[in-house]
Each structure stands twice: as structure tokens, then as C-alpha cells.
């Protein structure tokens, strides 16, 4: 049973005894809204500047993941010059190209 089941649930169950439906959401939105003032309390994201450091923690974090993503490639074309490199000199010297060269 999820939140949403129970929730509906615990409002049919007091709509049941007696309970007002219209009251009883009104309370479930009251709560909702407590909560999660609470939490962004806790995350100290309840002041005026709350918008613009979420704005700037997006900014960071994409910036962080193109560098991330720059930084793989770079890497892997490294890797590919240095394995082109390697068959360029297997191939030289398969070849003979350093008897030439003396």
C-alpha cells in the first residue's frame, strides 16, 4: 500500500465517523504545506535567497558535469593517438624504416 492508498484510506475511514470531506482535506493540505516548510527549513532553503543558491547549485553542477564530460574526452583521444602512435612505430619497425633511415 502506498502513501496515496493509506491517505485515501485514513480520509474515507474518517469521513466514515462522521468527518467533514471538505475538512478533512483542508487539514491534509495544512500538513503538506507544514512539512514541507519544515523540510526546506531543515535544508535551509526557507529565506529569499533560497531561489537564486538552487539556481547556482544547477549552474555549478552542469558546469561540473561538462568538465567531467571534456575531461573523458580528452583522455580517450590521447589513448587513440597514443595506440595510433604505437602501430605507426610497429609498423616502421616492421618495416624496415630504421635500416633505411641509416
Not at 8 to 24: F, I, K, M, P, Y
Not at 30 to 36: F, N, Q, R, T
Not at 57 to 85: F, I, M, N, P
Amino acid at each position: 500500500m502506498n502513501n496515496g492508498e493509506m491517505l485515501a484510506g485514513l480520509l474515507a475511514q474518517a469521513r466514515a465517523s462522521g468527518s467533514d470531506l471538505v475538512t478533512l482535506r483542508a487539514i491534509v493540505e495544512e500538513a503538506s504545506e507544514l512539512g514541507s516548510q519544515r523540510m526546506l527549513s531543515r535544508l535551509g532553503l526557507d529565506d529569499e535567497t533560497a531561489i537564486g543558491d538552487l539556481s547556482e547549485l544547477r549552474e555549478l553542477l552542469q558546469a561540473w558535469r561538462d568538465a567531467k564530460a571534456s575531461a573523458t574526452q580528452a583522455v580517450v583521444g590521447w589513448a587513440v593517438r597514443a595506440v595510433l602512435a604505437l602501430l605507426l612505430l610497429g609498423l616502421a619497425y616492421r618495416f624496415g624504416v630504421a635500416e633505411i633511415i641509416r
